[in-house]
């Protein structure tokens, strides 16, 4: 009886034009990821992911971060649970542990990926973040080719023969040598702009 009643009241017209479902858009981080990972991949690379939530061993112990190292404090590291330690990466560090484990030199990976610090100290900064690391394991391989790896890449990222990249050293508690990169204004070609200031 219900359907008799239902056929009568409910009436669809089926010619009528289906309605199209939007599509929809990449997000400009995974857009960004992506081309990343798209260039190295010519380069060389192959993409390796690996787990958000990770273990104490695979984000401390296997990267050579003692026991007591402020990095493993709670104001640093999201914890989940405690003995055995569970927490959210604060890098895509372990991942790289876990290619190592599986492969033989020589390695040229990259690994892509959300990391999580709890280091809100502005109003700007944010407890995650996205992170490509790369890893580069081969016989002699020297801070030269990295510097020449990085500017080449930097040239098919902005589309830009001519871009300006400098180095400098920096310090970093876990390598060494260590440098950071800057590269000129892509806007002005550093003449300076609102960009740039």
Not at 19 to 44: D, N
Not at 59 to 71: G, T, W
Not at 107 to 134: D, K, L, M
């Amino acid at each position: 009886i219900q359907e008799k009643r239902s056929a009568k009241t409910e009436w669809i017209d089926i010619s009528l034009p289906g309605r199209r479902a939007t599509p929809g858009k990449t997000h400009p981080i995974s857009q960004i990821t992506q081309e990343i990972c798209s260039i190295l991949e010519r380069m060389g690379f192959s993409v390796a992911e690996g787990p958000e939530v990770e273990t104490d061993y695979y984000n401390f112990e296997a990267l050579n971060v003692p026991k007591y190292h402020p990095a493993r404090d709670m104001q640093d590291t999201f914890f989940i649970e405690k003995d055995p330690d569970v927490l959210l990466r604060t890098h895509t560090s372990s991942v790289q542990v876990r290619v190592m484990e599986k492969e033989k030199p020589p390695i040229r990976t990259i690994s892509p990926g959300r990391v999580f610090r709890n280091e809100a100290i502005s109003a700007r900064a944010h407890c995650i973040f996205h992170q490509v690391e790369g890893l580069l394991v081969d016989e002699n391989v020297s801070f030269a080719d990295l510097k020449g790896l990085l500017d080449e890449f930097l040239k098919y990222f902005f589309e830009r023969e001519d871009l300006g990249v400098r180095f400098r050293p920096s310090y970093f508690p876990f390598t060494e040598p260590s440098a950071e990169v800057d590269i000129q204004c892509v806007m002005c070609s550093g003449q300076g702009c609102r960009v740039c200031g």
